[in-house]
């Protein structure tokens, strides 16, 4: 099973053909070890062997007391390998049972980085929290993020991937799917569904704590979704591969206008909207999603077998948390806040509805273009 997970990960490097291999592909043997790290000292050794090759020229040739030192000096580096923390200093290792989420760093972007998503962030964070913390979990974490575009869906599954794995987004062990553009075509979509649950099987396989996030689910074509639910259920196993360490993310524009008008009538009756409870939107939230075609949840299995663990509503965003946006943009460019500027870009946004305007109609997604014109003054 190792060789066969090294092998789909094309990091495999042939036992007969050390030397020839380059130092990357010598490296990548170390695949085959659980969470990256070698399941042998014959694994560290391949590896140590393809780097002694390339420091070592013509080792080959060289005399038997010569060979011998680089040996020894190969069986003393090996012991050091056999550690995780040294070897995982240099190569990215997928999380053991012993690691933990960062949970302060979730809560810092959560409460720093998303303004007015007070249903999100307290949902999310004992979502993931309590998924990593517990030991032997049922069956994958699943979270489908809901809401307009600009509202946060996006920063937050970086969030959540960056708590998992330190590199986030640019991890090898967290997987982006974007609807428009790796399951652009329709009539190809049994091909699609081969070639995710290959994806997936080879990716968890290869590190349990796999994080997936599949963005536009409201553009996806209807049914190709369902190719993964095997793996979003409650099965111990599935032909020896555990799934209930992984976590889905879903993200989708479906649903936002029932988002949206919960939020307006909390605002006409003169409601805060902290008062917004998840029990208000979830459950109309799920059955909205389940019935709308352009939802790529829609006859889901996914919905109608309770695979979803929470359906996350993202609330529109008002005039205050425009400027709280706009602050955050100018503080990430390292430069100073001027509120004469931050009224000046909020003002250029459009909101809805038409005659109230409360809502941002775009979120926050505009923010750091119309602030490029201002940024020389800053």
Known sequence: MAAQRCAWRKCACSAGAVGSCSFYRALAASCCLPGGLGRSAAAAMQ??????????????????????????????LTGYLSYP?????????????????????LREDLDNKLFGQHLAKDVILKAVTGFRNNPNPKKPLTLSLHGWGGTGKNFVSQFIAKSIHKAGQKSKFVHLFI?????????????????????????VSACARSVFIFDEMDKL??????????????????????????????????????????????????????????????????????????????????IDKNLIDYFVPFLPLEYKHLKMCIRA?????????????????????TFFPKDEKIYSDKGCKLVQQKLLYYWERL
């Open 329 to 349: 943009e100018i503080e990430a460019g390292g430069k100073k806040i001027n509120e004469a500027i931050v009224d000046e870009v909020a003002k250029e946004m």
């Open 85 to 105: 923390s040294f070897y995982c200093g240099f190569v990215e290792c997928c999380p053991g049972e012993a690691d933990r989420p960062n949970t302060t760093a």
């Open 221 to 302: 074509h209807p049914g190709l979704i369902d190719a993964i639910k095997p793996f979003l259920d409650y099965y111990e196993q599935i032909d020896g591969v555990s799934y209930r360490r992984a976590i889905f993310i879903f993200l989708s524009n479906a649903g936002g206008d029932l988002i949206n008008k919960v939020a307006l009538d909390f605002w006409r009756s003169g409601k805060d909207r902290k008062q917004i409870q998840l029990k208000d939107l979830e459950p109309v939230l799920s059955v909205a999603v389940f019935n709308n075609k352009n939802s790529g949840l829609w006859h889901s299995s996914l």
């Open 179 to 203: 609807a428009t553009l790796h399951f652009p075509h329709e009539h190809q979509i049994t091909l699609y569904k081969d070639q995710l649950q290959t994806w997936i099987q080879g990716n």
């Open 47 to 76: 590896l140590l062997a393809g780097l002694l090759w390339l420091l070592v020229p013509g080792s080959a040739a060289l005399e038997p007391i010569s060979l011998s030192i680089v040996i020894g000096a190969a069986s003393v």
